[in-house]
């Protein structure tokens, strides 16, 4: 349980697949002008990455493993990660359309976000078990979770102050995201 507790930790504040790995940056700072729209794509990437490593690691070990088919783990891993994001799109689509229009085109992205790939893929190069997976993948997806909502938080608070001109807009994002990402190397000392 100890091990469990450590790989989320480690993948959600130490290993932020944002702020250190530096995988998923286009809904991150596209998404990020409005908590609730941030919190929205936050949660869809929980979902989606969460049940993304649980598909990806059976489908690896079940199927491509034992017919000796591993070159095609990327392909067919897109492909589930594909199908997830269609479900989350219905879905929101169905039952959340101001979340739905909010997010836009960012959700769709999700499915070549390539924080949710490299999750997959990690969990099989770091030889992960099943449940290491699914929580490595939840870890991972909750750390994007945290920085798109603190950088969403931050980008409101900005709106109110007095920022260069040379600065406003993505300027001023980047340089945010970047103080962010040395603040979360803070984290490095806990694991």
Do not use: D, H, W
Not at 100 to 105: D, K, P, R
Not at 107 to 133: D, H, K, M, R, W
């Amino acid at each position: 349980m100890t091990s469990l507790l450590l790989v989320a930790i480690g993948a959600a504040l130490v290993n932020n697949v944002v702020l250190s790995q530096f995988l998923g940056l286009c809904p991150f700072l596209g998404v990020s002008k409005k908590v609730e729209t941030a919190a929205g794509m936050g949660a869809a990437v929980v979902f989606v990455i969460t049940i993304a490593s649980a598909v990806t690691y059976g489908l690896y070990a079940a199927i491509l493993v034992p017919l000796g088919l591993e070159y095609l783990q990327t392909i067919a891993f897109i492909l589930v990660i594909a199908a997830l994001v269609q479900f989350v799109e219905m879905f929101l689509k169905k039952s959340m359309p101001a979340l739905y229009e909010s997010l836009g085109v960012f959700l769709p992205l999700i499915t070549t976000n390539c924080a949710v790939l490299g999750v997959a893929l990690n969990n099989i190069q770091y030889e992960y078990n099943f449940i290491t997976s699914v929580v490595n993948g939840f870890g991972t997806a909750f750390g994007f979770l945290i920085a798109i909502v603190i950088l969403a938080g931050i980008r409101e608070k900005m709106e109110f102050n007095n920022i260069p001109e040379s600065f406003k807009g993505m300027p001023i994002t980047l340089v945010t995201a970047g103080l962010m990402a040395i603040a979360f190397f803070g984290f490095s000392g806990i694991i």
